[in-house]
């Protein structure tokens, strides 16, 4: 081969490798463009993904935080609630009991006396009755512990109510068991004031403990 033909295969080949050889560098680029470009959209919807969960994730915890927040603000509301009622109840059996044993003396006195004593009977029927409503206010609303002992303040109560009404009935026969009668209900009251002291006792050491509980107790 001589020069001049050597010369024109080497442009000739220059010219085809320059053709193809730019061809394949621009369909790798263009490869390389489009897997970058693919790429860079997937990691965009990766990343919305993640952001999306994240925020589903964020609201699903805001809404137990607050679901359970209200919760804990009902129970407390119930708490509450409940523990004033339960007081209540108490103060309310505790006045009761006070109105009954206000009106026993001028009772204890009219009968020893041989005074006239119907309104004080029934002073003393209604009085009688309240604390009996009121200890079922205890019983609905408790506490528990302390539903025994305003029952035996309850229970000791009639007992002196009704040695009250038998002694009063001896005074005014002038049976000779008045005398008898007159020292059993002083017994019976004397038995009344030592379950109403005890009562008392049980409700203060509920109040203390509910204050130290901050307003709360069982």
Not at 210 to 215: F, I, V, Y
């Amino acid at each position: 081969m001589d020069e001049g033909m050597a010369t024109a295969v080497a442009g000739a080949a220059g010219l085809v490798g320059a053709v193809f050889g730019g061809g394949i560098s621009g369909w790798f680029t263009k490869k390389a463009a489009d897997n970058g470009a693919a790429a860079t959209a997937q990691a965009a919807r990766d990343t919305g993904d993640r952001t999306v969960q994240a925020a589903i994730e964020g609201a699903r915890r805001a809404g137990f935080e607050a679901t359970r927040h209200l919760e804990l603000q009902t129970q407390h509301a119930q708490r509450d609630w409940l523990f004033q009622r339960r007081v209540d109840a108490l103060v309310g059996f505790m006045e009761t009991y006070d109105a009954f044993a206000r009106i026993t003396p001028a009772y204890c006195g009219a009968v020893e006396n041989g005074i006239d004593r119907d309104d004080i009977r029934a002073a003393i029927g209604a009085a009688q009755l309240g604390v009996t409503q009121a200890h079922f206010r205890i019983l609905a609303f408790g506490p528990e512990h302390l539903r025994y002992p305003s029952g035996a303040v309850r229970e000791a109560l009639e007992d002196y109510t009704d040695a009250l009404s038998d002694w009063d009935r001896a005074e005014e026969e002038r049976t000779p068991a008045r005398h008898r009668l007159g020292v059993r209900a002083r017994d019976a009251s004397a038995i009344m004031a030592q379950a109403h002291s005890d009562f008392v006792d049980e409700v203060t050491a509920y109040i203390r403990s509910a204050e130290a509980a901050g307003g709360r107790a069982g």
